[in-house]
């Protein structure tokens, strides 16, 4: 594991971001500020705390953009496309996080390890529950299929009417092995 810088073993962190943003002060400002408070940082640790503290605030907007962008494009799709799609953003930042495997920045080679392992089980749980899913909808469809084609030949259709209704009714070509009865 990397070792810490001061800023961080000191925890000033958020007060360094609190003293830059909120109460805009400089990078010398802060450091001569804590310094006459007796804390022992530089100038330029200040500026790569800040440099590090903006990249982390980026890749959280970054990560929203992408969260809403999903949310929008599946927005009409069952639950489980959304949950699929937001445990395998999880699964590529992971895959981020062990690719530097001796970078951990808050995470210790066990959590990371532990993390992709529960992520590899929910990603196995939404394909079963995916495939349960369809298979239940596509023999919905079938049965329902084989009902319009029965009940559509005791009314006496004809067999383009009943393709007609059943690709009305559910939106697409259905075919099954069975033969029509007569």
């Not at 909120?22 to 800040?50: F, Q």
């Not at 970054?62 to 949950?83: F, N, Q, Y």
């Not at 993390?115 to 596509?138: C, P």
């Amino acid at each position: 594991m990397p070792k810490r810088n001061k800023i961080e073993m000191q925890g000033l962190v958020e007060r360094i971001c609190k003293m830059y943003f909120n109460d805009k002060m400089s990078h010398k400002e802060i450091t001569e500020t804590l310094k006459d408070e007796g804390y022992d940082i530089s100038k330029s640790g200040v500026g790569r705390t800040l440099v590090d503290q903006a990249a982390q605030m980026k890749a959280y907007k970054d990560s929203a953009k992408k969260a809403v962008a999903i949310v929008k494009e599946l927005d009409k799709t069952p639950g489980l496309d959304i949950a699929e799609a937001s445990v395998q953003m999880v699964q590529a930042k992971l895959l981020e996080e062990v690719n530097r495997f001796e970078n951990f920045s808050t995470l210790t080679p066990e959590e990371v390890l532990k993390a992709v392992a529960r992520n590899s089980d929910a990603q196995t749980k939404i394909a079963r529950i995916k495939l349960e899913y369809e298979r239940g909808y596509k023999k919905g469809l079938f049965e329902a299929a084989k009902t319009v084609e029965t009940e559509g030949k005791k009314a006496g259709w004809s067999a383009e009417r009943v393709e007609f209704v059943k690709s009305k009714i559910m939106g697409l070509k259905v075919t099954y092995d069975e033969k029509p009865e007569d």
